[in-house]
């Protein structure tokens, strides 16, 4: 027979792994409960981003803005990714970089650089267009925005958000090396049979050929036209911008 005391002991024994797997199991709701309400409260708007706050960039709507960086409603904080953020924000036409900050518990920041128009360009649409240095359109307008050098693209500007595309781009790019004295004095810019050209304000032409060396060129032109004798001169070839050379044509 079997001593009742080793019995009981066993029976002590059971009801103590008993409780203790009780007190494991309580202790994994608790736990789990805990854990779901941690999320919960993580993914509610208590932890919301309630407060934006826009750096830079005075080209683009608030309201565009946070429609972009998928923040309207007030999104939950630990939804949002900066990265994926900056990224939306960049592919709108006048933001050239995007820096996001996430705080708790309710604040997004952003930090936005814009871009810098440097050229007019007539818009397939109608009306007129700014690009900056890259030939990427930012804006449309009805009529031609003053200030800026004309880039002759045959084809018309694409949509704010895209790129002028191929040699314009380099035209764009010239167009931003361009003293801010000489706008008035080069009335557009194109691309010829002999590469990137102007055409001035009486009526010459000025050629750059490459658009390498834009600054040099500029600074070229703008000597000749100050100390040169251009009676009867149509073209001034700046191809080797430090020897340029003075043309009648034909």
Not at 242 to 249: C, E, Q, R
Request: net charge positive; charged share 20%.
């Amino acid at each position: 027979m079997t001593d009742p005391r080793i019995h009981e002991r066993r029976v002590q024994v059971a009801r103590e792994k008993g409780r203790y797997r009780r007190r494991l199991l309580f202790a994994g709701l608790l736990a789990a409960s805990a854990l779901a309400g941690a999320l919960a409260l993580l993914h509610s708007s208590l932890l919301g981003a309630r407060h934006v706050v826009i750096e830079g960039d005075s080209h683009t709507s608030r309201s565009q803005l946070l429609r972009a960086a998928g923040l309207e409603g007030s999104p939950p904080l630990a939804d949002l990714s900066p990265g994926a953020i900056a990224r939306r924000l960049e592919a709108l036409p006048w933001v050239k970089a995007a820096a996001v900050a996430i705080s708790y518990p309710q604040t997004v920041r952003l930090s936005l650089t814009a871009r810098t128009p440097v050229a007019a360009v007539h818009s397939a649409a109608g009306g007129w267009a700014l690009c900056d240095a890259t030939g990427r359109v930012l804006a449309r307008y009805r009529l031609r925005p003053p200030g800026f050098p004309y880039v002759v693209d045959p084809a018309g500007a694409p949509a704010p958000g895209r790129r002028l595309g191929g040699r314009l781009d380099a035209l764009a790019a010239m167009a931003a090396s361009m003293p801010e004295s000489m706008v008035g004095t080069v009335t557009d810019l194109y691309w010829g049979p002999l590469g990137a050209t102007a055409t001035l304000a009486d009526g010459k032409t000025a050629l750059f050929g490459s658009p390498s060396e834009p600054g040099q060129k500029f600074v070229s032109l703008a000597t000749v036209l100050a100390r040169a004798d251009l009676a009867g001169i149509n073209v001034i070839d700046l191809r080797v911008p430090a020897d340029p050379a003075l043309l009648t044509k034909a």
